[in-house]
C-alpha cells in the first residue's frame, strides 16, 4: 500500500480555519485519498475522500495538489469538537476493503 | 437511524481464558469490518466480511483470533486462550458496499490481564 505522511500534532484558535496537510508521493493514479477522523474515545468516522479535483461537503474541504503527491483537509472554522485525530489514508479503487490507518496527527483546537 | 453497535463496551479476561465480541452493523449494510487499536496507534485491519463469507481475513494474527457472520448481519470475534499482548480496543465498521465509507462503532476494550 502507497503510505501517507502526516504531522503528529497541530493547534488552532477555535472560529479560525484549520489546514491538514498529507504527503503521499508514491500515490498511484487508481487511489482515492481519504480522510478519518477519530474523536476521543470513540470510532473513526469518515470526513471526505476525492481522487483529483477539490471536494467540499458539509465537514470539511479537501484541497488536492495538481501532481496528487499531496493534499489539504480544510476545516473553515474550527471548533473545540473538532479536536480530534485526523488520518489521511490512501484507497485503492480497485480493491474494496480495508482502510490502513498512520498514525495521523492529533489537532488541538483552544478559545 | 441506528449506527454500529458493539458489546460488550468493555471486557476483563484473564491470561488464556476464551473471549467473544459482538458487532451488529448499520442495517443493509454489506460490508463489515473488523480493526485493533492499541494505544497511541490507528486502528490496525483485522478482517473483512463481504455478506456471509469472510472475504479477506489477511489482517488476523494468528489462529487463536477467529470471526464469523453466519447470516451476513451481527458478527462476532473469537479470541481463544487469550494473551496479555491481545489487550486493545476491537472496532468493528460496515458500509453500504465495500466501495462505500466505513462507519465505526464505539468499540470494544478488552484488557487480558
Known amino acids: 500500500d502507497a503510505k501517507t505522511t502526516q504531522p503528529n500534532s497541530m493547534e488552532s484558535n477555535e472560529e479560525e480555519p484549520v489546514h491538514l496537510p498529507c504527503n503521499h508521493s508514491?500515490?498511484?493514479?487508481?487511489?482515492?485519498i481519504h480522510w478519518y477522523r477519530q474523536l476521543p474515545s470513540q470510532g473513526p468516522e469518515y470526513v471526505i475522500h476525492?481522487?483529483?479535483s477539490n471536494v467540499n461537503n458539509r465537514m470539511a474541504s479537501l484541497a488536492i495538489a495538481e501532481d496528487r503527491k499531496s493534499s489539504t483537509l480544510i476545516l473553515h472554522r474550527a471548533t473545540l469538537r473538532d479536536a480530534a485525530v485526523y488520518y489521511c489514508?490512501?484507497?485503492?479503487?480497485?480493491?474494496?476493503?480495508?482502510?490502513?490507518f498512520g498514525t495521523g496527527t492529533r489537532l488541538q483546537v483552544t478559545l | 437511524g441506528a449506527g454500529v453497535s458493539q458489546t460488550p463496551s468493555n471486557k476483563v479476561t484473564e491470561k488464556g481464558k476464551y473471549v467473544e465480541l459482538r458487532c451488529d452493523p448499520i442495517?443493509?449494510?454489506?460490508?463489515l469490518y473488523w480493526y485493533r487499536q492499541s494505544l497511541g496507534q490507528g486502528p490496525e485491519f483485522l478482517i473483512y466480511?463481504?455478506?456471509?463469507?469472510?472475504?479477506?481475513d489477511s489482517g488476523l494474527p494468528n489462529d487463536r483470533f477467529f470471526a464469523v457472520r453466519p447470516e451476513g448481519s451481527v458478527s462476532t470475534l473469537k479470541i481463544q486462550r487469550t494473551e496479555r499482548g491481545d489487550s486493545a480496543v476491537y472496532l468493528c465498521?460496515?458500509?453500504?458496499?465495500?466501495?462505500?465509507?466505513?462507519?465505526f462503532g464505539p468499540g470494544t476494550r478488552l484488557t487480558v490481564t
Open positions: 465498521a460496515s458500509s453500504l458496499t465495500p466501495y462505500d465509507e466505513q462507519y
Open positions: 508514491t500515490i498511484s493514479g487508481t487511489d482515492y
Open positions: 476525492g481522487l483529483t
Open positions: 489514508i490512501l484507497r485503492y479503487a480497485g480493491t474494496a476493503s480495508k482502510l490502513t
Open positions: 442495517s443493509g449494510h454489506t460490508a
Open positions: 466480511f463481504q455478506g456471509t463469507g469472510a472475504a479477506d
